[in-house]
């Protein structure tokens, strides 16, 4: 039975051809590559070579993917590689399916229409109706011989030529309207052509098969860009213009055989004229994630470029957001940021190609750019927005699936953080100076209440996994603060605090002698004299966020019901429902009087 071109991509997609083939063969790394004496013929010194989605051997000239190997390895029939192959990934193998038939012969029907209306655009861009258009491409630097090999055209005027051309041919306005060339009515009938006055471009799936169009208005008419709607065998989110170009050009080395993802037709055909042929682009949205699977088909680390402007930021994080929980080892991202007002195409025009291989030259990894993406605008920030901009860098970590590499990156932002938005004191050098604290007695209510948290902390530090939000939200006075930034400096790089005999050393290390002393002081204050029936002797967190309630209620109140909400929803796991619990208490006994340890 025929079975359907999607099925078998996302089989491809699903087995990593390496893997395979080491199973019968042993590996090597070559570059990005690996490579192995051929398994096909005898040979002792390797040229077998092993790329992302296929391998070749430069000895027997043999050839093919996944699916090839195994039926010339194994002696399997196409449909049994097929089968193995799809058991092994926990693929389902389709069923005959007349419909499915159908709907082929449909697709392949939708093609053939395409491809005649190619033939009949690229044409007319050379006739007296395109001359303005071909014009234009010239003018945009572009050669004859590369509008000849991506294929542009002029869609001419809209006004009836091509429905008429097309039925010399057999192909009705429905054929068009469902190979999205025309637009239709409510009801569903052809009215007239989707693309006039517009030079266009062809867009190719990763096979090099004809599935849409992209086109271009010239004057001021809008929208600029244009591409076709929707089909049978058209899916905007799941194509990358130029992406059947790309494949065969990222063998190499250098900044021309890198993979880049570029915004727009004509960055990419601009760049590919200019040498580097692994120029791709989405179809004028961002990035989605069928479309990152299909860039790792090709290249392990694809490099995105992006304006420097507001809009490039934006759609760089947009990008980094939606690749996290795609990522592993062996799959990421490289970012490179064009100079302001400059793209692509116009850095190849003004500066030539040497400008933009520097550029991918300098393609700095996902690691490393992404705390700059996600800090933006972040200018000296309060302790709100300290806690807020931690809580998402540890939350962005945490998308990434691979537990390793999400505690690689979550230390990585951290580290980012601390050394951008958290105090610079010297470590590991000399003894720093002490921080200055006020005398005991002049503390006020509110300040007591701060020390007696902080106390409670380094007497508990095992508290500070649950309560390290609400702590770096708080306004400090600056021995307080110092005290504190030391101790999320120290959980953060070690994902715990030590023991209270421990921290107390750490903590005399950097420093902070006389500020400790100062809120064990406080805290010794108010517990003196309490026995053993003091409602928090058995429960330090409920006490700390009892004093954390009193220094502002309305606002404590508030994150309690926010939260009490959000498990309402169903969105709070059994650690937080726990805390939560400890605060509902917290807040119940203030609303009932329960103040007195504070006096």
């Known amino acids: 039975m025929a079975l359907d071109p999607a099925f078998l991509d996302e089989l491809r997609a699903r087995t990593p051809i390496a893997p395979v083939i080491g199973r019968r063969t042993k590996l090597v790394r070559s570059g990005k590559y690996w490579k192995a004496c051929c398994p096909f013929h005898g040979e002792k010194t390797p040229s077998f070579y092993i790329y992302d989605d296929h391998y070749h051997c430069f000895g027997c000239q043999a050839h093919g993917d996944v699916i090839t190997f195994v039926m010339q390895s194994e002696g399997r029939s196409f449909p049994e590689a097929v089968e193995e192959l799809a058991t092994a990934a926990g693929m389902e193998m389709p069923r005959p399916d007349r419909a499915r038939q159908q709907q082929d012969e449909r697709a392949r029907t939708l093609g053939d229409v395409l491809e005649a209306v190619q033939q009949s655009w690229q044409r007319r861009l050379y006739q007296a ?24 055209g002029w869609s001419g005027e809209g006004r009836g030529a091509l429905v008429a051309e097309m039925a010399a041919l057999d192909i009705t306005p429905a054929m068009l309207r469902d190979a999205g060339v025309m637009r239709a009515d409510e009801s569903g009938t052809p009215q007239r052509e989707l693309f006039f006055n517009r030079v266009t471009f062809p867009i190719r799936d990763r096979r090099g098969r004809l599935v849409s169009f992209g086109g271009r208005i010239l004057g001021d008419g809008q929208p600029k860009y244009l591409n076709g709607p929707e089909t049978a065998i058209f899916s905007k989110r799941r194509v990358l213009f130029g992406l059947d170009r790309a ?165 990585t932002l951290l580290d980012s953080f601390f050394e951008t938005f958290r105090r610079s004191g010297a470590r590991g050098g000399g003894r720093p100076a002490p921080v200055a604290t006020a005398p005991v007695a002049a503390v006020d209510a509110d300040l007591q209440r701060q020390c007696i948290l902080s106390a409670i902390i380094l007497e508990q530090p095992a508290i500070l996994d649950e309560v ?24 953060d790089a070690r994902g715990e605090l030590p023991s209270p005999d421990e921290l107390a050393a750490c903590l005399s290390r950097a420093g902070l002698d006389e500020v400790c002393a100062r809120v064990h002081t406080t805290r010794g204050r108010r517990t003196r004299g309490q026995d053993d029936g003091d409602i928090f002797a058995s429960d330090p967190r409920r006490e700390w966020w009892h004093f954390y309630a009193l220094l502002n209620v309305e606002r404590f109140a508030a994150e309690v019901r926010a939260d009490t909400e959000r498990m309402c929803a169903g969105n709070l796991d059994e650690a937080a429902w726990q805390s939560l619990r400890t605060r509902l208490l917290a807040l119940d006994s203030l609303r009932r009087g329960g103040n007195e340890a504070d006096e």
């Open 468 to 491: 390290q939000d609400a702590y770096c939200r708080l306004e400090l006075p600056a021995d307080l603060a110092a005290l504190r930034e030391e101790l999320l400096d120290m959980y």
């Open 129 to 152: 109706e395109g001359r303005e258009g071909l014009a234009y491409l010239h003018d945009r630097g572009l050669s004859d011989e590369t509008i000849a090999a991506f294929g542009l």
């Open 247 to 411: 494949r065969g050009a990222v063998r190499g080395t250098g900044a021309q055989a890198d993979l880049l993802v570029v915004e727009g037709y004509m960055d990419v055909i601009a760049l590919h004229q200019a040498g580097f042929g692994g120029a791709v682009a989405p179809l004028g949205t961002a990035l989605t994630a069928e479309q990152l699977e299909a860039l790792w088909q090709v290249a392990p680390a694809p490099v995105l470029c992006f304006d420097g402007d507001a809009a490039g930021q934006r759609a760089a994080v947009k990008a980094a957001e939606t690749a996290l929980p795609l990522l592993n080892v062996d799959r990421t991202l490289r970012f490179c940021v064009l100079p302001e007002k400059e793209d692509p195409d116009s850095l190849v025009r003004r500066h030539g190609p040497a400008a933009m291989a520097a550029l991918v030259d300098g393609a700095r990894p996902m690691g490393q750019v992404l705390f700059g993406l996600l800090s933006e605008g972040v200018r000296n920030p309060g302790p709100e927005q300290r806690a807020a901009l931690r809580r998402r860098l540890v939350e962005v970590a945490a998308l990434i699936p691979d537990k390793a590499l999400a505690s690689e990156y979550r230390s």
